[in-house]
């Protein structure tokens, strides 16, 4: 399957996006991620395959400075475990996401086997970031947010740092929108946990 993708193509727009419903099975995307490891890959429950081009330099230091902070928070705590935004997950409709940073509880992770946990566990994070790029699309952002609350995220954050705005997103509720915040608070999901902005703006 290499050579699939061409690194021309992803530069056509913000994301190359190609319908393969009931082309592509879960083991051939499996193997297509391995063979296209510069390209960040995503499977939408309606078989969209999204590939998306690698961040800028700039996005590199803002998800390093997110994913450090909510690394050592999660270490500290011990309630679950973070994950990186190379970590892919299969949500309950079938999509299969990255999401820049994420949690999980440490007693749902546990419930999955060996095997699942190795794979793209299938598995919603509780708490999910996407952290926008000046080449992200904020409508497929929004849509992709929205999809990881309805699939069991309890909480989720959308960060532009374009707008310096933050879509928090949780069930059962309305988005709410800050507008340049210094702090935001995963209370009361991850207790204790503040990621400090100034760090991400």
Do not use: H
């Not at 009931?22 to 960040?40: K, P």
């Not at 299969?96 to 440490?106: K, L, N, Q, T």
């Not at 992200?136 to 609350?149: G, H």
């Not at 709410?176 to 946990?193: D, M, R, T």
């Amino acid at each position: 399957m290499a050579g699939i993708l061409s690194p021309t193509d992803t530069y056509l727009q913000e994301a190359l996006i190609l319908n393969v419903a009931g082309v592509l099975t879960t083991d051939q995307f499996e193997q297509l991620c391995a063979v296209n490891r510069d390209v960040r890959l995503e499977l939408t429950s309606t078989g969209e395959l999204i590939a998306m081009l690698p961040t800028g330099s700039k996005t590199g230091i803002r998800n390093a400075n997110l994913t450090y902070q909510l690394t050592a928070w999660a270490l500290n705590d011990g309630s679950g475990f973070s994950f990186d935004s190379s970590s892919l997950f299969t949500l309950p409709n079938g999509s299969m996401y990255s999401p820049d940073a994420s949690w999980i509880r440490r007693d749902r992770w546990d419930q999955l086997s060996e095997a699942n946990q190795e794979r793209f566990a299938p598995i919603c994070p509780d708490f999910v970031v996407e952290l926008r790029s000046r080449t992200d699309s904020l409508k497929r952002l929004q849509a992709k947010m929205r999809e990881f609350i309805e699939n069991g995220a309890s909480l989720g954050w959308l960060i532009d740092p374009l707008e310096r705005l933050v879509y928090v997103y949780s069930e059962g509720a309305e988005v709410q929108v800050l507008e340049n915040p210094k702090q935001i608070s995963a209370e009361p999901l991850l207790k204790g946990f503040a990621l400090q902005m100034e760090l991400i703006w």
